[in-house]
């Protein structure tokens, strides 16, 4: 490793963009129907309309989630000093089904009502907004019970999100008693983990907002590096620790809150990717995090073109997070047995 | 000589109900000196040597850096000027010995935390001071103890800091490796602090010894002056023999250890 970190880390940008844009073509070109690129780009109907309103949304959605999932997943890895920690570890899953499983209670109701109006003016549904707003309300409910001395202590932190999601799923299934039928097959289908179509500028609103917490954490990722050293080993170097948790922290969060609001829980991105990707450019997170983010957009895109073809034959279409878990287990057990 | 550490009259209690570690303790440390903290088990030397370098702030007395109070030093100034090596390091550690050196140039810098060629070099030259360069491109993870804590020492090496405080620096080294790291903080031109177990190591490599206990400074000066058998008997609680070395003249410690059987 005679190179700089800079270098390494354009260097695994440039041979992983082509990587995103070949999952991308896959996911293009991949769908229920058979579909004429040609066609679609000469705006003939109705290849045009399944190509750019359904299908590049599609994608792009893909992608935006598993860059997200894979960077909240490695700098959450980093905080705990942990390996196994995933997106949803500090509760965030657990927020965002209590929201979700809520609005679903609600819907038909006169609150319902009201909340779907005020949902469709920043178009989102009531669903979305509850699940981003259980979600920071998990992140900040762990930052609040997991600190001790005022800082936020990484162990104490993880304790009360494991029992905090334990204490939700609790939550969940006593509301699916009270729903009808369909109902908990919406709630079911939101915690396997499923991506659907959304509008054009909110997916663009969405890229942009994914960015701020991208770019907060790949800043933060040679201070991620030092905390490898322990809390004491980084501070002697000059690193605030307890500001570099919490920042890490709430932008890992608020990047899992926003990937869920649209997907529901697609698990195993946030843990595969980043362990494939270490395999590949050692444990640098200057490295790890831009690899890890075009790595997980190009592992969700793929992931979700299999999931449409698998059961094409039979007329129906697994959720994206359970293809992700059925690649994702057996592959996290590889990469963990091809670890010296 | 300028005074580089100095810290006076500190106090530390680790919690409002603790006994306090560090009680009343005062250290100095001149550019180009190197200064021993012995003492036995629980004397405080660990709590200290963290006052020593910021990690912990003293509840009462005043500690400067070149006349200048810690607390005005950013905390990146303060990395920049005072290098910590810890007791224990990290054992599970992916990255290379070369990228743990490299982090002892953290402080030097910028916002992105990348390094430049100069870091790489310097790096490198901290691994060769350290006799580590060999390893430089294997996981610290796959290295030995004694191994792992020469490449702890290059990352404090590569911080390039006027003071050095090394938390038992030779605890696993092997001789010559314990008599390279004292020629190596002989040959820097500022000052190191270190804490030793190995009285015999304190008293050839010191140029001034601080005998801690309960806190307090209970003798301090040469290593003649401190290592003496009814100073260090009392403090340490065990019988101990003090002999010129036969070739030096430095001051020899050893536990008296009755072989005995009944």
């Known amino acids: ?340 | 000589m300028t005074v580089l550490l100095e810290g006076r009259d500190l106090h530390f209690r680790h919690a409002p109900d603790a006994p306090e570690a560090v009680a009343g303790a005062s250290v100095a440390v001149r550019a180009g000196e190197v200064v021993g903290v012995i003492g036995p088990n629980a004397a405080g030397k660990s709590t200290l040597a963290r006052i020593c370098c910021g990690l912990l702030a003293a509840q009462s007395g005043e500690i400067r850096l070149k006349g200048e109070p810690f607390h005005r030093l950013t905390r990146r100034e303060r990395a920049r000027r005072v290098a910590f090596l810890p007791q224990q390091q990290p054992q599970d550690l992916a990255f290379t010995a070369r990228e743990v050196a490299l982090m002892g140039r953290a402080p030097h810098l910028g916002l992105w935390m990348l390094e430049g060629p100069r870091d790489l070099e310097r790096a490198d030259a901290a691994l060769a001071e350290a006799d580590a360069l060999d390893l430089r491109d294997r996981p610290v993870s796959q290295l030995s103890g004694g191994e792992r804590q020469r490449v702890f020492l290059a990352r404090v090496f590569a911080q390039d800091a006027e003071l050095l405080i090394l938390d038992e620096p030779t605890a696993s080294l092997d001789l010559a490796h314990q008599v390279m790291l004292v020629n190596a903080l002989r040959k820097r031109a500022g000052g190191a602090l270190l804490i030793l177990h190995d009285l015999a190591l304190a008293g050839a490599a010191c140029d001034r010894l601080i005998l801690l206990l309960a806190g307090k400074v209970v003798a301090e000066g040469t290593p003649a002056d401190v290592l003496r058998p009814d100073v260090l008997s009392k403090s340490y609680r065990t019988q101990v023999d003090v002999v010129p070395d036969p070739a030096s003249g430095q001051p020899l410690v050893a536990p008296r250890i009755t072989r005995d059987r009944a």
């Not at chain 1, 860059?67 to 965002?96: E, I, K, M, T």
């Not at chain 1, 969405?206 to 701020?212: C, D, P, S």
């Not at chain 1, 991105?269 to 690899?291: I, K, N, Q």
Request: proline share 5%; no cysteine.
């Open chain 1, 1 to 340: 490793m005679k190179r700089s970190a800079a270098m390494r880390a354009g260097l695994a940008v440039a041979l992983l963009v082509p990587l995103v844009v070949a999952a991308a073509a896959v996911g293009l070109l991949t769908g229920a129907g058979e579909l004429s690129l040609k066609a679609a780009l000469s705006g003939q109907e109705p290849d045009s309309t399944v190509f750019f309103r359904l299908r590049v949304p599609r994608v792009l959605l893909a992608a935006e989630v598993g860059a997200a999932l894979s960077v909240a997943g490695v700098a959450l890895q980093a905080l705990l000093r942990n390996p196994l920690a995933d997106p949803f570890v500090f509760g965030l899953s657990g927020g965002a089904a209590i929201g979700t499983a809520s609005v679903v209670a609600f819907s038909g109701t006169a609150v319902g009502a009201a909340a779907m109006s005020a949902a469709s003016f920043v178009g989102l549904v009531p669903a979305q907004i509850a699940a981003i707003a259980g979600a920071m309300a998990a992140a900040f409910l762990v930052f609040a019970l997991g600190r001790s001395r005022g800082q936020l202590e990484p162990t104490r932190a993880l304790l009360v999100g494991v029992v905090f999601n334990s204490f939700a799923s609790a939550v969940v299934l006593s509301v699916e008693s009270i729903l009808q039928p369909e109902q908990t097959q919406a709630v079911l289908l939101w915690l396997s983990g499923t991506l659907g179509y959304e509008a054009m500028p909110l997916l663009a609103g969405a890229g942009i907002a994914l960015l701020v917490p991208a770019l907060l954490l790949i800043a933060l990722a040679g201070r991620l590096n030092l905390l490898a050293l322990g809390d004491e080993g980084a501070a002697a170097l000059g690193v605030d620790v307890s500001r570099t948790r919490l920042f890490a922290f709430f932008a890992a969060s608020a990047a899992v809150g926003i990937a869920v609001a649209f997907t529901g829980l697609v698990g195993f991105v946030g843990l595969v990717v980043p362990h494939a990707v270490r395999l590949v450019v050692g444990p640098d997170h200057r490295v790890v995090l831009p690899a890890s983010a075009l790595g997980g957009a190009a592992f969700l895109v793929l992931a979700d073109a299999l999931a449409r073809v698998l059961f094409r034959g039979l007329g129906a279409e697994p959720p994206v997070g359970a293809v992700t878990a059925i690649i994702g287990a057996p592959l996290f057990v590889m990469l963990l047995r091809s670890r010296r």
